[in-house]
């Protein structure tokens, strides 16, 4: 089978459709686990809080790999070094596989000192004991991933991502029911086995993808260039070199995460909480709120990928204004998604979180609150990866460290005093932090000045008007049915409609740049169409 390569556009759409379906999935189990009634919130604290501890030893040990080897392995393509190519794919092989089994057993022999003595949360120990294995399969798969991505193969990629995501929805769902009389932490366990189970089936599918291919690749290293040979130390360093400054921002974000396991069920059991109460609290937090907020970013990522490449060719061709342009465009574009996402899971924050988590209805506070973070989360994300492009590697990362510490104090000090609605609060100031702070630095690099108007002014006007069209048809709708799910879709459609009918008639986006956008041409028809009524 022959390792295909993909058009740049056709690679963003693989990235963009396998984000979606990813996210779909890992909402779908979300919210049924949420519902089990045992489960429920308490279940979503040990969960989250296990799994956030596994996402930063995953950020230390294995985040900056495929970004790193499909560098060095396109480096080598690139002058047609098919053997080098491979040699430093199975040399990164050999070293992080080693290094997944060292991070994987200290995370196993650790669990109980970190959930007792860090988290105050002795029951997640059960959670961080099952996930330990994954961070070997991780470790392993995240090679094979670079190789491919790195042979422009963004398929093998993609398909593995999803096949681990349905895989661990599937399982989750049938262990937590398997083990529904256990108590809550031992649930969490169940559903957290399922990931590991699942690292190790994309895994496999990667080595099998591998397999079926060493054909062509075998005979790519034989017509390979004669060229000479990097040493595997040589290998090693490069490999070292490129790896610190790509999963920084990886690792702070991680720590970020972790910033809230330490402080919050210690503020919260300081407030006056029991452990119970704190965790089914923090729980509403990490099963919630953070996985609504979160659904925006798969959109913005296929986007700001699909830009950053093209703003790195332009500043090596030394086309300054065409960087800025895309910059601005991409600005625009996030904007665009961030602002109605952000105003409408907070306007309609507990009609949501009622349709969604009947049996657990908590925590439509903190989602209003909590629910402009995507504004931040989203325009960050576009900002880090155009910094990236610029080759500022560090900034995003110093920017989120900034937040990160600001956001450590905070809780140190609000959330025994106020409790749990300090904590949406701080996220949102230290996801603000880090916004403007790499902005702030974007375009000082770039010499020029942030299109207030366009990136932020229009995207806000269609959203106050949105705004006003949500409210006005949920409260029409629950005079008409008393159904809150048939009255909360009704007006999100409204909502949708409105954003899009203003966001054209305020052209916030010229022909040109609608012409960039995946089928560009049917969206130009459509907005002609939508001016003309």
Known sequence: MAIKKQTFMKGVLVIMISQILIKIFGFI????????????????????????????ILAVATMGIPNTISKLVSEKLAVGDSRGAHKVFKTALTVFTAIGLFFSLALLFSSEYISTNILSNPGVKYTLMVLSPAVLFVSIA??????????????AHSVAQIIEQIVNSILSIVFVLMLVTKSPEIMAAGSTAATAISTL??????????????????????????????????????????????????????????????????????????????????????????????VPLALNVAFSTSLVPIVTSAITKGKKNEAISKINYSMKISSIIAFPCAVGLSVLAGP????????????????????????????????????????????????LL?????????????????????????????????????????????????????????PLIASFIMTIITILSYNLMCYITSSNSVSTLISICAAVITYIIAIINLNVLSRDEIMELPYGNKICHFVKKIKKV
């Open 201 to 294: 089936v994309a895994l496999l599918y990667l080595v099998m993808y591998y397999r079926r291919s060493r054909k062509e690749i075998k005979e790519n290293v034989r017509n390979s260039a004669d060229l000479p040979q990097e040493g595997r130390r040589q290998i090693v360093r490069k490999i070292i070199h490129y790896v610190i400054p790509i999963s920084f921002g990886s690792i702070v974000v991680a720590l970020a995460g972790m910033i809230d396991l330490v402080t919050v069920m210690d503020g919260l059991q300081k407030f006056g909480y029991t452990v119970e109460q704190a965790n089914e609290k923090f729980g509403i937090i990490l099963g919630k709120v953070d996985i609504l907020t979160s």
């Open 142 to 155: 995240s090679v094979f991933r670079g190789y491919f991505v790195g042979m422009e193969n963004m398929v």
């Open 352 to 399: 949501i979180i009622q349709m969604l988590f009947p049996n657990a209805s908590e925590g439509a506070y903190l989602l209003r609150i909590e629910a402009f973070v995507v504004i931040f989360s989203v325009l960050a994300q576009t900002a880090y990866g155009s910094l990236h492009g610029l080759g500022k590697l560090y900034i995003p990362g110093l920017s």
């Open 29 to 56: 189990y979300r919210i049924v686990l949420t519902n089990i009634e045992n489960f429920s919130d308490i279940g979503n604290s040990y969960y989250g809080a296990g799994y956030k501890v596994y996402s930063f």
């Open 402 to 458: 900034i937040g990160a510490v600001t956001k450590y104090f905070l809780n140190i000090i609000f959330v025994p005093i106020f409790g749990e609605v300090v904590v949406p609060i701080t996220t949102l100031i230290y996801q603000a932090i880090a916004v403007i702070v790499s902005t702030f630095c974007l375009y000082t690099t770039l010499n020029t000045k942030f299109d207030n108007k366009n990136i932020l002014g229009k």
